[in-house]
């Protein structure tokens, strides 16, 4: 959908000027008296119309495909710490077997997603069926996540 108001749409709609916007927000326009011969005006509007519909594209590709975080509430972007999430104590030694694997598991290039799903099964002892009903997802979705996780497990091991 073409903006009225964008400065491709202005430029376009008048033939007889380049329109700009200088740096201080003023519209300015250049007519055909401001060129030497109307050869040069009709080079410069081609340019100009070609250019600014090739920005007012890209602005509304933009537009369409991102995402803005301004309105969304900081709950729904804020990621917990690791040892909440996995209800970890701060205050155990390294000794703790299960610690180990909690650090082994938080400190390796794993996903969210991976370290939850081997978190499940290897410590909470989960079958993977289980894992996917309470996900939502397929059983087989879970065994690859659960193996490619391992392989990231062993290289940071």
């Known amino acids: 959908m073409l903006n009225r108001k964008s400065i491709y749409a202005i430029n376009k709609k008048d033939p007889d000027a380049i329109v700009y916007i200088d740096a ?17 005006f009709a080079k410069w ?19 369409r495909e991102t995402v803005s975080l301004e309105w ?4 729904e972007t804020a990621t917990p710490a690791v040892d909440y999430i996995y209800g970890m104590d701060p205050d155990t030694k390294d000794t703790d077997p299960l610690h180990c694997i909690k650090d082994a598991i938080t400190k ?7 370290r939850k799903r081997v978190w499940l099964y ?11 009903q309470m996900e939502g997802v397929s059983v087989q979705a879970v065994s690859r996540s659960i193996k490619k996780a391992m392989e990231v ?4 091991l």
């Open 24 to 40: 201080e927000g003023n519209t300015i326009r250049l007519t055909r008296a401001d060129f030497a011969s109307e050869e040069e």
């Open 45 to 63: 509007k081609e340019w100009s119309d070609a250019e600014y519909h090739d920005t007012d594209n890209r602005d509304s590709r933009y537009g």
């Open 72 to 75: 969304t509430a900081e709950r």
């Open 108 to 114: 390796s290039n794993m996903t969210a997603v991976q």
């Open 122 to 132: 290897y410590v909470e002892r989960k079958k993977e069926q289980e894992i996917a």
């Open 153 to 156: 497990l062993k290289k940071y």
